[in-house]
């Protein structure tokens, strides 16, 4: 029996806030519609574009890395920013009636592991499936 193949695909993004849903469908023909894991990874991801946008240089007329290494059955996926955000990324608190906060959150729920490093003037993000 042979091991699952790994590949690796990358998309550049300016920072818009249409390019998460130019993201998602990326991701859609990356693994393929079939992918156990693409409707996961498609929300985590959603998550940490939003987040770099709302919180980094990449929302200010900037852009976002993101990296995709998968295979059959695990999909690692890494949101790189621009940098300057005002903290480390973390796990907020949300108020029952707040409409924002839950970004990762959804992503430590859903996610086998997650973090951040430091990359360059910038952050990454990333999740693993």
């Given at each position: 029996m042979t091991a699952p193949t790994t590949r690796f695909d990358a998309l550049l993004l300016p920072g818009m806030d249409r390019a998460?849903?130019?993201?998602?469908r990326w991701l859609r023909d990356v693994l393929g519609r079939e992918h156990p894991c693409l409707?996961?990874?498609a929300l985590c991801m959603s998550e940490l574009l939003t987040n770099a946008l709302r919180y980094t240089e990449s929302g200010r007329?900037?852009?976002i890395r993101v990296e995709v290494t998968y295979s059959a059955r695990?999909?690692?996926?890494?949101?790189?920013d621009d940098g300057r955000a005002a903290t480390t990324p973390h796990v907020a608190e949300a108020?029952?009636?707040d409409v924002t906060g839950r970004g990762l959150?959804?992503?430590?729920?859903?996610?086998r592991d997650w973090g951040t490093e430091?990359?360059?003037k910038g952050r990454a993000v990333w999740f693993e499936l």
């Open positions: 998460v849903g130019h993201a998602r409707d996961d990874a007329a900037g852009q695990t999909v690692r996926i890494e949101v790189i108020g029952e009636l959150r959804i992503v430590a729920s859903i996610a430091l990359r360059g």
